[in-house]
């Protein structure tokens, strides 16, 4: 009879094991800053003009971020400065501006044309808990071609809080 029930056990166990599992780029504490510096590694939120959006979380010290990874393909591409939406199920909206970040490099470098954008966001307390904590079932952003609209799988909907988890 004991083995029956350990056999069942061991059968459902997997089910029961539902902890947070986090992968991360980078998982240190700075040599210089002693800060600890923790990014996640990116996954994929939607797809807007048939190409993903990656997003991942940062966290430097007490400082959290969300990082934007798009691909700038048939003329689709972020405004530059624009404010990110991010719209919950229980009908509120975050709107979050990105950093600005002074380019190193020319847009258009050795004759070749830049094809993907980063995008940061740094994230108040306040604002990190608002997407902790609702799923996100549509994203906003503003576009060359306008507002763009994207609608969130249900499968997806809670990425980016589990993704804010891993730096929580």
């Known amino acids: 009879m004991n083995k029956k029930l350990l056999i069942i056990f061991l059968i459902f166990?997997?089910?029961?094991?539902?902890?947070?599992k986090c992968f991360y780029e980078k998982d240190i504490v700075d040599e210089t800053s002693q800060l600890l510096v923790r990014r996640t590694e990116p996954v994929v939120l939607c797809k807007i003009n048939g190409h993903p959006f990656y997003f991942k979380s940062q966290q430097i010290g007490d400082r959290k971020y969300l990082k934007l990874r798009y691909f700038k393909y048939n003329s689709?591409?972020?405004?530059?400065?624009?404010?990110?939406?991010?719209?919950?199920?229980?009908?509120?909206?975050l709107m979050i501006d990105p950093l600005e970040i002074k380019k190193k490099n020319p847009q258009n470098k050795n004759g070749f044309t830049t094809i993907s954008s980063m995008l940061i966001y740094q994230l108040s307390e306040e604002d990190f808990n608002l997407l902790l904590n609702n799923p996100v079932v549509e994203?906003?952003?503003?576009?060359?071609?306008?507002?763009?609209?994207?609608?969130?799988?249900?499968?997806?909907?809670?990425?980016?809080?589990?993704?804010?988890?891993?730096?929580?």
Request: charged share 20%; hydrophobic share 30%; aromatic share 14%.
């Open 13 to 20: 166990s997997p089910f029961f094991a539902t902890g947070q």
């Open 76 to 93: 689709f591409s972020i405004i530059e400065g624009s404010k990110f939406i991010f719209y919950f199920n229980n009908g509120n909206k």
């Open 139 to 168: 994203i906003g952003v503003y576009s060359n071609t306008g507002i763009t609209k994207k609608e969130i799988k249900p499968k997806n909907q809670h990425e980016i809080q589990n993704l804010l988890k891993c730096i929580q």
